[in-house]
């Protein structure tokens, strides 16, 4: 099954060095999930051939402009496109306000409904779920009230053994019951074990996107074993009295939650624009965390299967 993350914009507060602010799509099984819509993001989504048809659900992280400035934008292509089907918009207290004010003073009347969920930045909570996966709330510590967004797939079926197919006539019909861990019968009245058809189910996986916020551990138990993590990395360490100042992180604090979490991947990202060059801050986290990589707009991140004799 498809789990992917495609980076849009990865820079802070400023456009700079052509990095664009923060936004990305997680992909699963076809669908788009929008995480943050920084100015130029349907630029971006163009760019980078992302179809917004098949985009219903948009997550914001929090009310700082360069994590939403272009989601007026995005809604409005949506209605010039004469979209029809709902879209679900996640985001913080007062979002759901700034879009209608926009909109009346525009004269602008939506030919499809934006179903808006408000997210409460207290406590971590489910926020959408399907037969696929979930999403979660990450409760982070910022300026502003502010939240994550944790992908977490379900449990996957059982993988059936294809040779096992012809072996025993199994029919095409009989085959979901067995993923679903169901034994076999035989025409001629043998039962199978789904042991013997079967082999363990991969482990499911995660997706962690953790947008701005000051180096804090309350969040590690929450995203223990995650297999990707995204993690804001605004500042190098020389730089940290200024993290802590705006409430943001180092990439040496970034690469020191993703090794406490257990982290099997970590993405860097959020970058201020007094840097032109990333390179300091990549080898500063991989002196804590080797297995860190620059969020490079347009690069794809795959959500790596693991099997379960992996562990």
Known sequence: MQFEVTILG?????PAFNRHPTSQVVTYNGSNYLIDCGEGTQLQMSKYAIKRGKLDHIFISHLH?????????LLTSFNLNYRTADLHLYGPTGLDEIMNVHFKY??????YTIVFHE????????IFENRYFSVETIILKHR?????????EKQPLRRIITEKIAEYGIPQLTIFDIKH?????????????????????????????CSDTIYHEAIIPQLNGIDLLYHESTFVDEHADRATETFHSTAKQAATIAKKAGAQKLLLGHFSARYEDLGMILNESRTVFSNSHL???????????????SI
């Open 295 to 309: 969020a490079i707009e347009g690069e794809t991140f795959p959500v790596d299967i693991r099997k379960i004799d």
């Open 10 to 14: 990865s820079n802070g507060a400023i």
């Open 144 to 152: 502003l009230p502010t939240t994550g967004f944790l992908f977490r």
């Open 119 to 126: 997210l409460k930045a207290d406590e971590p909570r489910i």
């Open 65 to 73: 402009g360069d994590h939403y400035f272009g989601l007026i934008g």
């Open 181 to 209: 861990g169901a034994d076999f019968t035989t025409e001629d009245g043998r039962s199978i074990p789904n042991v013997e058809l079967t082999r363990e189910p991969n482990l499911p996986r995660s997706y962690a996107y």
């Open 106 to 111: 525009a004269e602008t009347k939506l030919k």
